[in-house]
Structure formats: C-alpha cells, structure tokens
C-alpha cells in the first residue's frame, strides 16, 4: 500500500512539475500564446519601464517584457511582447514616445511598408530615438513646476476672497482672478509648444486635477 501511495505521489509531483515547466516555457517563448517576441534596440529609454504599453498608431498591441543593454553594451535593449495578428516587417520604426507630463513613455510602432519581409517572433528591430527626447522630459517637469506655481497664486487668491480679508479682500477683484488663471494658461502653452511629439494632454484635465485642491 505504501508502494502504491509513493507512486502515486510521484506521478502527482511529476505532473506539477510539467505543467510549471510548460506555463514557464510558454511565458518566456510566447508559446501557446497570440503574442510574439521582439528586441528593439534604442539609443535613449527615457521614461520607459517593464510593463509599458506599447502602441501602433495609438492602438495598443502589447507590452515591454525588459529592459537592458545590448551585448556589446552600446545600446539599450527593449524586448517587447507585441499581438501576432499585428502587421510587422523590416520597414517597421519603433520610437519612444512620451505619454503623459509625469515622464512616463511607451513603445509605438509605425505599419511599415508592404515592401518589408514580415517579422517572427525572436527577430529584432532598430529603434529610433528624437534627438530631443531628454529634454521632452525636461521641459515636461518645467511645466509642471510652472503650472504649480501659478496653481498656487490661484488658489491664495481664491482663499482670501473666500475669507474676506478686510483690505486684502478690497484689492481682490476679478481682474486679478483673470490674470491669474491667464497665467496658468499661458505657462502651459509656453511649455508645450517647446515640446516635439508630445502626446496631446488636455490641459483642461491638469486644471481640473488643480482645482480639486481648492475644495
């Protein structure tokens, strides 16, 4: 009867251990899965991280498995998980792509041209990089040291007519408010005009994310 219970453990034990080494497997190969992988190799991440989207055309079709250096370490490696009924070839361009004024980035891929030999999985990719995307990133985190402080005079503003306070609340009127919220307004275009392909961000949504400090 031992005999029997030890067999059947080890049959038991034995099928974990496949099924681990088959999901293992098929996590790291795309195996079994509708997804493919692929290196793109980059000259600049900025803002970019394991799990960022990556995008075709604003569509997203998958996501950044790890990031690296190349072997030679001259590059940075990007090794992305990207939908195999997605259309990618030779002629396909991988960029980096800010996406929002906290810094964070994704992976966009262009279709490429029907001229290009279709991609498999395990191939890589030649990565372009802006020669201005560090500092997308910097004039991003000026915007939104600019944009904080007009916050601020607006909300001191608001908080002294609220209160009425005596003289102070005399010299307050609605001119100075309308200067105030010009300010904000001009410092955030200011800022994003100087920003080259920037995502569009509303910065009506960046208002209303400043306004709820005043409640």
């Given amino acids: 009867m031992k005999k029997r219970d030890l067999q059947i453990g080890g049959f038991f034990l034995a099928g974990i251990l496949a099924i681990m080494v088959v999901l293992e497997f098929a996590g790291s190969s795309s195996f079994l899965s509708g997804y493919r992988n692929l ?9 970019l991280e394991e799990g960022s989207l990556v995008k075709m055309e604003g569509v997203r079709v998958g996501n950044v498995r790890s990031i690296g250096f190349s072997s030679d370490g001259g590059r940075i490696k990007v090794s ?3 939908r195999k009924d997605i259309p990618l070839n030779t002629n396909t361009v991988a960029t980096v792509r800010l996406s929002s004024l906290l810094g964070t980035s994704y992976v966009n891929l262009s279709l490429g041209s029907p001229q290009g030999r279709a991609l498999a999985s395990g191939e890589s990719l030649d990565g372009k990089t802006p020669h201005d995307f560090d500092k997308i990133i910097q004039d991003a985190g000026e915007f939104l040291d600019e944009a904080a402080q007009a916050a601020t005079r607006l909300n001191s503003i608001l908080t002294k007519v609220d ?7 005399k010299i307050i009127n609605e001119e100075d408010l309308y200067e105030a919220a010009q300010e904000m307004i001009f410092k955030a275009n200011t800022s994003l005009d100087t920003i080259e ?13 400043v306004a709820g400090t005043f409640y």
Avoid at 39 to 47: A, I, K, Q, R, T
Avoid at 163 to 169: L, P
Wanted: hydrophobic share 45%.
């Fill in 39 to 47: 290196d793109v190799y980059f000259d600049s991440v900025s803002g």
């Fill in 80 to 82: 992305v998980r990207v």
């Fill in 163 to 169: 209160k009425g306070e005596g003289s102070v609340g």
């Fill in 197 to 209: 392909d920037l995502a569009p961000v509303s910065f009506i949504a960046a208002v209303l994310g």
